[in-house]
């Protein structure tokens, strides 16, 4: 009977029995062989929708807008806080950031983590992932915040719940939609 190590919760597997974004590993063990091939097909991918989106939160920190919409499908689709409720077509809206970003003089280091990542497989060319962003960045504004009464040049925090469908097309996955 093989033994192999499987997360309790979708994250990178990493060598045996270490804990990764706070993932405790459990082993199991399982009596009919035939169910592990699909198990380590199916963590595989999930490592890979963990793996994709790294990749696409580190280009958005970074404003790196070409390799962002490498990672992204052109007719992806989106509901976000800066659009106001409103349902987005395409990776044009998001030009916006990128470019704002890239022009100001005062472009502050930005680090992202992902927490949590849990991945849904969808059969093999489809994947949800869902998982809690934090962003930490340094406070440009030029006023008091009147809630928090962080100044110009503080470091903050924000936390963000997001979560992503990837599609595989062409051999390469992509973001369809976001939320």
Known sequence: MDFWIHPSADAFMHFEGIILFGVDFT???YADDSRRPNHEVELTQKQEIVRVTQQ???????????VYTKLCDPAMTCFEPE?????????EFHRFYFDYGNNNPRKSQVHTTMLNPTVHVMGEEGACIAYVRLTQFMDRSDHINSLSDFRNGEARTRQTQESRVWQKKAGRWLCVHKT
């Open 56 to 66: 696409l939160l580190d280009a958005i920190s970074c404003r790196d807008f070409d």
């Open 27 to 29: 082993t199991y063990c």
């Open 83 to 91: 659009a106001l409720g409103n349902l987005i077509e395409g990776v």
